[in-house]
Protein backbone atom coordinates (compact mmCIF):
# COMPACT_ATOMS: atom_id res chain seq x y z
CA UNK A 1 0.00 0.00 0.00
CA UNK A 2 1.02 3.86 -0.31
CA UNK A 3 1.18 5.53 2.78
CA UNK A 4 -2.00 7.98 2.80
CA UNK A 5 -1.10 12.10 2.69
CA UNK A 6 -3.23 14.18 4.55
CA UNK A 7 -5.66 16.05 2.70
CA UNK A 8 -4.33 19.51 3.61
CA UNK A 9 -1.00 19.04 3.22
CA UNK A 10 -1.26 17.12 -0.05
CA UNK A 11 -3.08 20.32 -1.13
CA UNK A 12 -0.29 22.34 -0.24
CA UNK A 13 1.55 23.35 -3.49
CA UNK A 14 5.03 22.58 -3.95
CA UNK A 15 7.26 25.90 -3.65
CA UNK A 16 7.86 27.99 -6.72
CA UNK A 17 11.14 28.56 -5.50
CA UNK A 18 12.52 24.94 -5.29
CA UNK A 19 12.61 24.02 -8.93
CA UNK A 20 14.66 26.92 -9.75
CA UNK A 21 16.84 26.56 -7.04
CA UNK A 22 17.54 23.02 -8.74
CA UNK A 23 18.33 24.38 -11.50
CA UNK A 24 20.72 26.26 -10.20
CA UNK A 25 22.32 24.37 -8.35
CA UNK A 26 23.04 22.18 -11.04
CA UNK A 27 24.73 25.11 -12.94
CA UNK A 28 28.89 26.18 -12.36
CA UNK A 29 29.76 29.55 -11.47
CA UNK A 30 26.06 31.21 -11.34
CA UNK A 31 26.33 34.47 -9.25
CA UNK A 32 22.99 34.56 -6.78
CA UNK A 33 21.19 37.65 -6.30
CA UNK A 34 18.77 34.77 -5.33
CA UNK A 35 19.97 34.04 -1.60
CA UNK A 36 17.41 35.36 1.23
CA UNK A 37 20.04 35.41 3.84
CA UNK A 38 22.93 37.55 4.97
CA UNK A 39 26.00 37.35 3.31
CA UNK A 40 27.91 38.14 6.42
CA UNK A 41 29.23 35.67 9.04
CA UNK A 42 27.84 35.98 12.15
CA UNK A 43 29.64 38.73 13.54
CA UNK A 44 32.93 37.15 16.23
CA UNK A 45 32.09 37.83 19.27
CA UNK A 46 28.75 36.46 18.59
CA UNK A 47 30.02 33.19 17.34
CA UNK A 48 32.53 33.19 20.72
CA UNK A 49 30.33 33.50 22.71
CA UNK A 50 29.06 30.03 21.25
CA UNK A 51 32.14 28.82 21.58
CA UNK A 52 32.32 30.06 24.99
CA UNK A 53 29.03 28.32 26.00
CA UNK A 54 30.20 24.90 24.38
CA UNK A 55 33.21 25.15 26.11
CA UNK A 56 31.33 25.54 29.89
CA UNK A 57 29.06 22.15 28.76
CA UNK A 58 26.02 24.16 28.60
CA UNK A 59 24.61 21.85 26.51
CA UNK A 60 21.59 20.59 28.06
CA UNK A 61 17.60 21.47 27.42
CA UNK A 62 16.34 24.82 29.10
CA UNK A 63 13.51 26.41 30.37
CA UNK A 64 10.47 25.57 27.27
CA UNK A 65 10.17 29.70 27.14
CA UNK A 66 13.73 29.67 26.54
CA UNK A 67 16.66 30.59 29.40
CA UNK A 68 15.51 33.22 31.53
CA UNK A 69 18.48 35.75 31.47
CA UNK A 70 17.42 35.37 26.67
CA UNK A 71 14.17 36.38 27.71
CA UNK A 72 14.64 39.71 29.83
CA UNK A 73 17.31 40.48 26.77
CA UNK A 74 14.59 40.27 24.49
CA UNK A 75 12.27 41.88 27.09
CA UNK A 76 14.43 44.87 27.53
CA UNK A 77 15.44 44.82 23.57
CA UNK A 78 11.55 44.61 22.43
CA UNK A 79 10.81 47.45 25.16
CA UNK A 80 13.50 49.51 23.57
CA UNK A 81 12.48 49.31 19.91
CA UNK A 82 8.65 49.58 20.36
CA UNK A 83 7.88 51.18 23.78
CA UNK A 84 6.36 48.22 24.67
CA UNK A 85 7.13 46.30 27.62
CA UNK A 86 6.76 42.48 27.98
CA UNK A 87 6.77 40.02 30.91
CA UNK A 88 10.28 37.52 30.61
CA UNK A 89 8.75 35.11 32.44
CA UNK A 90 5.35 35.30 30.62
CA UNK A 91 5.29 36.96 27.62
CA UNK A 92 7.87 36.02 25.66
CA UNK A 93 8.94 32.42 23.73
CA UNK A 94 11.72 31.81 22.17
CA UNK A 95 11.09 29.83 19.16
CA UNK A 96 13.42 27.71 16.42
CA UNK A 97 13.64 31.03 13.88
CA UNK A 98 10.63 33.18 13.38
CA UNK A 99 9.36 30.11 10.99
CA UNK A 100 8.53 28.19 14.03
CA UNK A 101 7.22 31.26 15.73
CA UNK A 102 4.49 32.09 13.30
CA UNK A 103 3.50 28.15 13.00
CA UNK A 104 3.06 27.63 16.47
CA UNK A 105 1.23 30.98 16.77
CA UNK A 106 -1.12 30.36 13.89
CA UNK A 107 -2.02 26.45 15.62
CA UNK A 108 -2.64 28.38 19.31
CA UNK A 109 -5.27 30.86 17.88
CA UNK A 110 -7.03 29.33 14.75
CA UNK A 111 -9.97 26.87 14.77
CA UNK A 112 -10.62 24.97 10.82
CA UNK A 113 -11.85 26.94 9.00
CA UNK A 114 -10.98 30.66 10.58
CA UNK A 115 -9.26 32.94 8.02
CA UNK A 116 -6.17 34.42 8.06
CA UNK A 117 -5.01 37.69 5.81
CA UNK A 118 -1.86 38.60 4.68
CA UNK A 119 -0.58 40.87 2.31
CA UNK A 120 1.74 39.38 -0.83
CA UNK A 121 3.87 39.41 -2.72
CA UNK A 122 5.42 37.90 0.51
CA UNK A 123 7.31 35.87 2.59
CA UNK A 124 7.05 31.85 0.83
CA UNK A 125 6.05 30.28 3.83
CA UNK A 126 2.89 32.22 5.33
CA UNK A 127 0.15 30.73 2.97
CA UNK A 128 1.20 27.40 3.90
CA UNK A 129 1.64 27.89 7.32
CA UNK A 130 -1.85 28.57 7.74
CA UNK A 131 -3.01 25.43 6.03
CA UNK A 132 -0.89 23.85 8.18
CA UNK A 133 -2.86 25.16 10.97
CA UNK A 134 -6.24 24.32 8.86
CA UNK A 135 -6.70 27.91 8.46
CA UNK A 136 -7.50 29.42 5.25
CA UNK A 137 -5.44 31.93 3.70
CA UNK A 138 -6.16 35.05 2.38
CA UNK A 139 -4.03 36.99 0.48
CA UNK A 140 -4.30 41.14 0.12
CA UNK A 141 -2.81 41.91 -3.63
CA UNK A 142 -0.46 45.34 -2.98
CA UNK A 143 0.85 47.03 -5.99
CA UNK A 144 3.93 49.12 -7.21
CA UNK A 145 2.27 51.99 -7.56
CA UNK A 146 1.55 51.84 -3.87
CA UNK A 147 5.14 50.48 -3.10
CA UNK A 148 3.92 47.08 -1.62
CA UNK A 149 2.23 48.96 1.10
CA UNK A 150 -0.88 47.24 2.50
CA UNK A 151 -3.44 50.32 2.40
CA UNK A 152 -5.93 50.20 5.34
CA UNK A 153 -8.95 50.43 2.92
CA UNK A 154 -7.58 47.29 0.88
CA UNK A 155 -7.31 45.14 4.45
CA UNK A 156 -10.95 46.84 5.98
CA UNK A 157 -12.30 45.78 2.48
CA UNK A 158 -10.67 41.96 2.99
CA UNK A 159 -12.15 41.13 6.33
CA UNK A 160 -14.89 38.85 6.31
CA UNK A 161 -17.10 36.76 8.67
CA UNK A 162 -14.74 33.89 9.48
CA UNK A 163 -11.33 36.66 9.75
CA UNK A 164 -9.25 36.10 12.63
CA UNK A 165 -6.12 37.95 12.39
CA UNK A 166 -3.61 39.96 9.97
CA UNK A 167 -0.53 38.76 9.65
CA UNK A 168 2.03 41.70 8.59
CA UNK A 169 5.45 41.72 7.67
CA UNK A 170 7.19 45.12 6.77
CA UNK A 171 9.81 45.54 5.74
CA UNK A 172 8.55 43.04 3.94
CA UNK A 173 10.67 40.03 1.88
CA UNK A 174 10.65 40.21 -1.14
CA UNK A 175 9.78 43.92 -1.66
CA UNK A 176 11.60 45.72 0.58
CA UNK A 177 8.45 47.87 1.72
CA UNK A 178 8.22 49.42 4.97
CA UNK A 179 5.15 51.63 7.09
CA UNK A 180 5.95 55.05 8.45
CA UNK A 181 4.23 55.81 11.57
CA UNK A 182 1.05 56.74 10.48
CA UNK A 183 0.65 53.44 8.01
CA UNK A 184 1.29 51.72 10.49
CA UNK A 185 -1.41 53.13 13.13
CA UNK A 186 -4.02 53.48 10.08
CA UNK A 187 -3.50 49.37 9.54
CA UNK A 188 -3.67 49.22 14.09
CA UNK A 189 -6.89 51.33 13.82
CA UNK A 190 -8.48 48.40 11.36
CA UNK A 191 -7.33 45.98 13.80
CA UNK A 192 -8.80 47.54 16.03
CA UNK A 193 -11.89 48.48 14.94
CA UNK A 194 -12.57 45.13 12.81
CA UNK A 195 -11.24 42.81 16.06
CA UNK A 196 -8.44 41.51 14.23
CA UNK A 197 -5.42 39.51 15.92
CA UNK A 198 -2.10 40.85 14.77
CA UNK A 199 0.62 38.46 13.71
CA UNK A 200 3.51 41.06 12.69
CA UNK A 201 6.72 39.37 11.47
CA UNK A 202 9.09 42.02 11.86
CA UNK A 203 12.45 40.11 11.75
CA UNK A 204 14.16 43.04 8.91
CA UNK A 205 13.18 45.63 11.45
CA UNK A 206 16.86 46.82 12.06
CA UNK A 207 17.48 46.90 8.27
CA UNK A 208 15.29 50.41 7.41
CA UNK A 209 17.33 52.87 4.87
CA UNK A 210 17.68 56.65 4.59
CA UNK A 211 17.89 57.26 8.59
CA UNK A 212 13.85 55.81 8.76
CA UNK A 213 12.92 54.40 12.36
CA UNK A 214 11.03 51.60 12.11
CA UNK A 215 7.61 52.03 13.66
CA UNK A 216 5.82 48.48 14.32
CA UNK A 217 2.25 48.89 14.96
CA UNK A 218 2.33 47.15 18.34
CA UNK A 219 3.53 50.38 19.40
CA UNK A 220 0.02 51.58 18.65
CA UNK A 221 -1.90 52.04 22.61
CA UNK A 222 -4.56 49.05 22.32
CA UNK A 223 -2.61 46.73 20.29
CA UNK A 224 -0.18 44.99 23.20
CA UNK A 225 -3.25 42.93 23.75
CA UNK A 226 -4.03 41.53 20.24
CA UNK A 227 -1.02 41.19 18.92
CA UNK A 228 1.48 38.35 18.06
CA UNK A 229 5.20 40.12 17.81
CA UNK A 230 7.31 38.06 15.76
CA UNK A 231 11.11 38.60 15.55
CA UNK A 232 14.16 36.54 15.70
CA UNK A 233 18.21 36.96 15.42
CA UNK A 234 18.62 35.58 11.94
CA UNK A 235 18.55 38.94 9.48
CA UNK A 236 19.66 41.87 11.61
CA UNK A 237 22.77 39.91 13.41
CA UNK A 238 23.58 37.57 10.21
CA UNK A 239 22.24 34.57 12.55
CA UNK A 240 20.15 32.06 9.95
CA UNK A 241 21.77 28.94 11.20
CA UNK A 242 21.51 29.69 14.86
CA UNK A 243 17.63 29.16 14.57
CA UNK A 244 16.85 31.93 16.87
CA UNK A 245 13.39 33.64 17.18
CA UNK A 246 11.03 34.79 19.55
CA UNK A 247 7.30 35.51 20.25
CA UNK A 248 6.09 38.52 22.45
CA UNK A 249 2.40 38.03 23.05
CA UNK A 250 -0.21 38.38 26.03
CA UNK A 251 0.30 35.92 28.70
CA UNK A 252 -2.66 33.14 28.05
CA UNK A 253 -1.41 33.18 24.38
CA UNK A 254 1.88 32.10 25.01
CA UNK A 255 1.14 29.57 27.40
CA UNK A 256 -0.85 28.21 24.33
CA UNK A 257 2.15 28.36 22.09
CA UNK A 258 4.22 27.18 24.52
CA UNK A 259 1.80 23.91 25.03
CA UNK A 260 2.83 23.19 21.48
CA UNK A 261 6.38 24.45 21.03
CA UNK A 262 6.67 22.36 24.42
CA UNK A 263 5.88 18.72 22.75
CA UNK A 264 7.20 19.63 19.42
CA UNK A 265 9.95 21.62 19.77
CA UNK A 266 10.90 21.16 23.51
CA UNK A 267 13.55 24.28 23.24
CA UNK A 268 15.73 26.15 20.98
CA UNK A 269 19.24 25.45 20.52
CA UNK A 270 21.37 25.99 23.70
CA UNK A 271 24.34 27.03 22.26
CA UNK A 272 22.09 29.27 19.97
CA UNK A 273 20.36 30.93 22.92
CA UNK A 274 23.67 31.80 24.40
CA UNK A 275 24.56 33.74 21.37
CA UNK A 276 21.56 35.23 21.31
CA UNK A 277 21.81 36.60 24.45
CA UNK A 278 25.63 38.16 23.06
CA UNK A 279 23.94 39.62 20.01
CA UNK A 280 21.07 41.07 21.65
CA UNK A 281 23.41 42.66 24.81
CA UNK A 282 26.41 44.07 22.86
CA UNK A 283 25.55 43.79 18.90
CA UNK A 284 24.07 47.03 18.02
CA UNK A 285 27.95 48.00 16.72
CA UNK A 286 27.47 44.83 14.27
CA UNK A 287 24.06 45.35 12.92
CA UNK A 288 25.10 48.85 12.18
CA UNK A 289 27.85 48.14 10.57
CA UNK A 290 26.11 45.58 8.23
CA UNK A 291 23.19 47.87 7.78
CA UNK A 292 25.68 50.52 6.70
CA UNK A 293 26.92 48.08 4.02
CA UNK A 294 23.62 47.19 3.04
CA UNK A 295 22.59 50.72 2.18
CA UNK A 296 25.24 51.18 -0.01
CA UNK A 297 24.62 48.13 -2.06
CA UNK A 298 20.89 49.24 -1.99
CA UNK A 299 22.04 52.71 -3.90
CA UNK A 300 24.33 50.95 -5.85
CA UNK A 301 21.42 48.36 -7.55
CA UNK A 302 18.94 50.85 -7.22
CA UNK A 303 20.68 53.39 -9.23
CA UNK A 304 21.69 50.36 -11.40
CA UNK A 305 18.23 48.70 -12.19
CA UNK A 306 16.66 52.28 -12.94
CA UNK A 307 19.73 52.88 -15.35
CA UNK A 308 18.87 49.43 -17.64
CA UNK A 309 14.40 50.63 -17.34
CA UNK A 310 13.74 48.59 -14.75
CA UNK A 311 12.30 50.74 -11.62
CA UNK A 312 12.43 48.80 -8.08
CA UNK A 313 11.16 52.05 -6.10
CA UNK A 314 14.22 52.08 -4.22
CA UNK A 315 13.53 49.83 -1.13
CA UNK A 316 13.82 51.33 2.46
CA UNK A 317 13.43 47.93 4.19
CA UNK A 318 15.30 44.76 3.77
CA UNK A 319 17.78 43.48 1.59
CA UNK A 320 15.69 43.11 -1.47
CA UNK A 321 15.38 45.23 -4.81
CA UNK A 322 12.13 44.13 -6.35
CA UNK A 323 12.63 45.07 -9.80
CA UNK A 324 9.63 45.57 -12.73
CA UNK A 325 10.66 43.27 -15.44
CA UNK A 326 7.31 44.13 -17.17
CA UNK A 327 8.78 46.48 -19.87
CA UNK A 328 10.90 42.93 -21.13
CA UNK A 329 7.55 41.63 -21.93
CA UNK A 330 8.90 38.57 -20.50
CA UNK A 331 6.73 36.85 -17.35
CA UNK A 332 8.75 36.51 -14.13
CA UNK A 333 9.54 32.63 -14.37
CA UNK A 334 10.80 33.12 -18.58
CA UNK A 335 12.83 36.50 -16.88
CA UNK A 336 14.34 34.29 -14.44
CA UNK A 337 15.04 31.29 -16.14
CA UNK A 338 16.94 33.16 -19.47
CA UNK A 339 18.68 34.95 -17.65
CA UNK A 340 19.74 32.34 -15.56
CA UNK A 341 21.04 30.46 -18.68
CA UNK A 342 22.10 33.15 -20.41
CA UNK A 343 24.05 35.45 -18.18
CA UNK A 344 24.34 32.90 -15.29
CA UNK A 345 22.91 35.00 -12.96
CA UNK A 346 20.29 33.84 -10.05
CA UNK A 347 17.14 36.55 -9.41
CA UNK A 348 13.99 35.24 -8.01
CA UNK A 349 10.90 35.18 -9.96
CA UNK A 350 8.38 37.46 -8.30
CA UNK A 351 5.51 34.92 -8.94
CA UNK A 352 7.12 32.90 -6.30
CA UNK A 353 5.74 35.40 -3.78
CA UNK A 354 2.32 35.15 -4.86
CA UNK A 355 0.33 35.88 -7.75
CA UNK A 356 0.86 40.27 -7.59
CA UNK A 357 4.65 39.34 -7.79
CA UNK A 358 4.30 38.40 -11.05
CA UNK A 359 5.65 41.12 -13.18
CA UNK A 360 8.91 41.50 -10.92
CA UNK A 361 12.16 39.52 -9.96
CA UNK A 362 13.76 39.95 -6.28
CA UNK A 363 17.60 40.71 -6.50
CA UNK A 364 19.26 40.26 -3.24
CA UNK A 365 21.65 42.77 -2.45
CA UNK A 366 23.33 40.16 0.59
CA UNK A 367 25.70 39.50 -1.80
CA UNK A 368 29.00 41.60 -2.11
CA UNK A 369 29.12 44.50 -4.03
CA UNK A 370 31.97 43.02 -6.77
CA UNK A 371 29.04 40.55 -7.86
CA UNK A 372 26.59 42.44 -7.74
CA UNK A 373 28.18 45.07 -10.19
CA UNK A 374 29.07 42.16 -12.56
CA UNK A 375 25.37 40.70 -11.99
CA UNK A 376 23.99 44.07 -12.72
CA UNK A 377 25.89 44.68 -16.16
CA UNK A 378 25.07 41.11 -17.58
CA UNK A 379 21.48 41.86 -16.40
CA UNK A 380 21.59 45.62 -18.40
CA UNK A 381 23.06 42.97 -21.38
CA UNK A 382 20.47 41.10 -21.41
CA UNK A 383 17.55 43.17 -20.73
CA UNK A 384 18.96 44.93 -23.61
CA UNK A 385 19.40 42.15 -26.07
CA UNK A 386 15.72 40.97 -24.96
CA UNK A 387 14.27 44.40 -25.60
CA UNK A 388 16.11 43.95 -29.19
CA UNK A 389 14.51 41.18 -30.34
CA UNK B 1 29.55 61.53 6.14
CA UNK B 2 30.38 58.60 8.13
CA UNK B 3 29.49 56.29 5.49
CA UNK B 4 31.88 58.17 3.20
CA UNK B 5 34.97 57.71 5.40
CA UNK B 6 33.82 54.05 5.89
CA UNK B 7 34.75 54.25 2.32
CA UNK B 8 37.69 55.85 2.14
CA UNK B 9 39.03 53.94 4.97
CA UNK B 10 38.52 50.68 3.42
CA UNK B 11 39.20 51.79 -0.54
CA UNK B 12 40.97 55.13 -0.93
CA UNK B 13 41.51 54.48 -4.22
CA UNK B 14 37.63 53.92 -5.10
CA UNK B 15 37.15 55.86 -8.10
CA UNK B 16 34.32 58.94 -7.18
CA UNK B 17 31.72 57.74 -9.28
CA UNK B 18 31.77 54.33 -7.93
CA UNK B 19 31.72 56.73 -4.47
CA UNK B 20 28.82 58.67 -6.19
CA UNK B 21 26.89 55.99 -6.47
CA UNK B 22 27.16 53.84 -3.45
CA UNK B 23 26.77 56.99 -1.42
CA UNK B 24 23.39 58.24 -3.73
CA UNK B 25 25.10 61.37 -3.98
CA UNK B 26 26.53 63.68 -7.23
CA UNK B 27 30.11 62.95 -8.29
CA UNK B 28 30.89 66.67 -7.39
CA UNK B 29 29.28 66.56 -3.82
CA UNK B 30 31.46 63.84 -3.47
CA UNK B 31 34.23 65.83 -4.55
CA UNK B 32 33.40 68.87 -2.65
CA UNK B 33 33.03 67.01 0.62
CA UNK B 34 36.49 64.92 0.42
CA UNK B 35 38.12 68.32 -0.16
CA UNK B 36 36.36 69.73 2.92
CA UNK B 37 37.73 66.98 5.11
CA UNK B 38 40.89 67.15 3.67
CA UNK B 39 40.98 70.93 4.34
CA UNK B 40 39.67 70.10 7.97
CA UNK B 41 41.83 68.06 8.48
CA UNK B 42 39.74 64.77 9.02
CA UNK B 43 41.61 63.28 6.40
CA UNK B 44 45.04 63.63 6.68
CA UNK B 45 46.17 61.37 4.04
CA UNK B 46 45.95 58.26 2.33
CA UNK B 47 48.03 55.18 2.80
CA UNK B 48 48.81 52.01 1.25
CA UNK B 49 48.89 49.20 3.67
CA UNK B 50 51.73 46.60 3.38
CA UNK B 51 52.12 42.64 4.07
CA UNK B 52 55.31 43.27 6.68
CA UNK B 53 54.96 39.17 5.99
CA UNK B 54 56.27 39.72 2.23
CA UNK B 55 57.64 42.71 1.58
CA UNK B 56 60.47 43.58 3.06
CA UNK B 57 60.42 41.10 5.83
CA UNK B 58 63.84 41.44 7.43
CA UNK B 59 62.43 45.14 8.64
CA UNK B 60 62.07 45.31 12.10
CA UNK B 61 59.30 46.90 14.58
CA UNK B 62 59.70 47.92 17.82
CA UNK B 63 57.36 48.85 20.96
CA UNK B 64 59.28 51.11 23.10
CA UNK B 65 57.52 51.81 26.37
CA UNK B 66 59.04 54.99 27.76
CA UNK B 67 58.81 56.95 31.07
CA UNK B 68 59.04 60.59 30.73
CA UNK B 69 58.73 63.75 33.69
CA UNK B 70 56.77 65.79 32.51
CA UNK B 71 57.42 69.40 31.79
CA UNK B 72 55.65 71.93 33.84
CA UNK B 73 53.98 74.01 30.79
CA UNK B 74 53.28 71.51 27.77
CA UNK B 75 53.07 68.49 30.51
CA UNK B 76 54.28 65.82 27.59
CA UNK B 77 53.57 67.70 24.70
CA UNK B 78 56.67 68.91 23.93
CA UNK B 79 58.89 65.93 24.41
CA UNK B 80 56.07 63.62 22.57
CA UNK B 81 56.46 66.05 19.74
CA UNK B 82 60.34 65.85 19.60
CA UNK B 83 60.40 61.72 19.73
CA UNK B 84 57.76 61.78 17.09
CA UNK B 85 60.03 63.83 14.89
CA UNK B 86 62.62 60.69 14.33
CA UNK B 87 62.17 59.32 11.08
CA UNK B 88 62.28 55.89 13.13
CA UNK B 89 59.17 56.97 14.79
CA UNK B 90 55.74 55.67 13.11
CA UNK B 91 53.26 56.71 15.86
CA UNK B 92 53.54 57.39 19.44
CA UNK B 93 51.24 57.73 21.80
CA UNK B 94 50.33 59.17 25.34
CA UNK B 95 49.47 56.42 27.69
CA UNK B 96 47.31 55.60 31.26
CA UNK B 97 49.31 53.02 33.18
CA UNK B 98 52.06 52.22 34.06
CA UNK B 99 54.59 54.12 31.57
CA UNK B 100 54.04 57.41 29.37
CA UNK B 101 54.57 56.70 26.11
CA UNK B 102 54.06 54.55 23.39
CA UNK B 103 56.46 54.12 20.76
CA UNK B 104 56.41 52.37 17.63
CA UNK B 105 59.71 52.21 15.85
CA UNK B 106 60.72 50.68 12.79
CA UNK B 107 64.30 50.05 11.44
CA UNK B 108 65.95 47.98 9.01
CA UNK B 109 67.07 45.88 11.61
CA UNK B 110 68.07 45.51 15.21
CA UNK B 111 71.04 47.14 15.49
CA UNK B 112 69.56 50.44 14.34
CA UNK B 113 66.70 49.71 17.10
CA UNK B 114 69.29 49.69 19.65
CA UNK B 115 71.42 52.52 18.39
CA UNK B 116 67.71 54.57 18.35
CA UNK B 117 67.22 53.56 21.77
CA UNK B 118 70.67 54.03 23.15
CA UNK B 119 71.30 57.12 21.20
CA UNK B 120 68.69 59.34 20.92
CA UNK B 121 65.65 58.58 22.77
CA UNK B 122 67.46 57.34 26.46
CA UNK B 123 69.68 60.23 26.17
CA UNK B 124 66.80 63.09 26.27
CA UNK B 125 66.97 64.66 29.26
CA UNK B 126 63.47 64.19 30.23
CA UNK B 127 63.41 60.14 29.16
CA UNK B 128 63.36 58.15 32.20
CA UNK B 129 63.57 54.78 31.56
CA UNK B 130 62.57 52.94 28.32
CA UNK B 131 61.46 49.56 27.16
CA UNK B 132 61.70 47.93 24.41
CA UNK B 133 60.13 44.42 22.54
CA UNK B 134 60.31 43.64 19.36
CA UNK B 135 57.36 42.19 17.07
CA UNK B 136 57.53 38.84 15.67
CA UNK B 137 54.65 38.27 13.63
CA UNK B 138 51.48 40.37 12.28
CA UNK B 139 48.24 39.00 12.53
CA UNK B 140 46.15 42.12 12.13
CA UNK B 141 47.09 45.69 10.99
CA UNK B 142 45.05 48.81 11.30
CA UNK B 143 41.85 46.58 10.82
CA UNK B 144 42.59 46.43 7.07
CA UNK B 145 41.93 42.17 6.88
CA UNK B 146 39.35 42.88 9.33
CA UNK B 147 36.73 44.32 6.78
CA UNK B 148 33.73 41.63 6.94
CA UNK B 149 34.12 38.17 6.99
CA UNK B 150 31.71 36.33 4.46
CA UNK B 151 30.76 33.15 3.36
CA UNK B 152 30.04 31.38 0.34
CA UNK B 153 28.78 28.76 2.24
CA UNK B 154 24.99 29.44 1.55
CA UNK B 155 21.80 28.13 -0.43
CA UNK B 156 22.20 29.25 -4.07
CA UNK B 157 18.21 30.25 -3.92
CA UNK B 158 16.27 30.34 -0.51
CA UNK B 159 13.21 32.41 0.28
Redesign the interface.
Known sequence: MSIPIADHIRDIPKSGIRDFFEIVQSMQDVISLGIGEPDFVTPWHIREAAIYSLEKGRTGYTSNLGLPRLRRSISDYVGKITGVRYEPLSEVLVSVGVSEAIDTALRAILNPGDEVLYHEPCYVSYSPSVALAHGVARGIRTRAEDGFKLLPAALDAAVGPRTKAVLLNFPTNPTGATLTRPEAEALAEVCLRRNLVLLTDEIYSELTYDDMPHFSPVSVPGMKDRTVFLHGMSKAYAMTGFRVGYACGPAPLIEAMMKIHQYSILCASTTSQDAAIEALERGDASVRRMKREYELRRNFISAALSDMGLPCGTPRGAFYAFADIRLTGLTSTEFSHRFLREKSVAVVPGCAFGPSGEGFVRCSFATGLDQITVAMTRMAEFVKSVRAT | M??LI??LQHNPLMPRADLA????MSEEDVNARIAQLEKEGVILGYQTVINREVWNPDTVTAVIEVKVTPERDGGFDRIASRISKFDEVQSCYLMSGGYDLLVLVEADNLRQVAAFVSEKLSTIEAVVSTATRFRLKTYKENGAFHH????AE??????
Open positions: ENALCLLAFETTRLAVSP
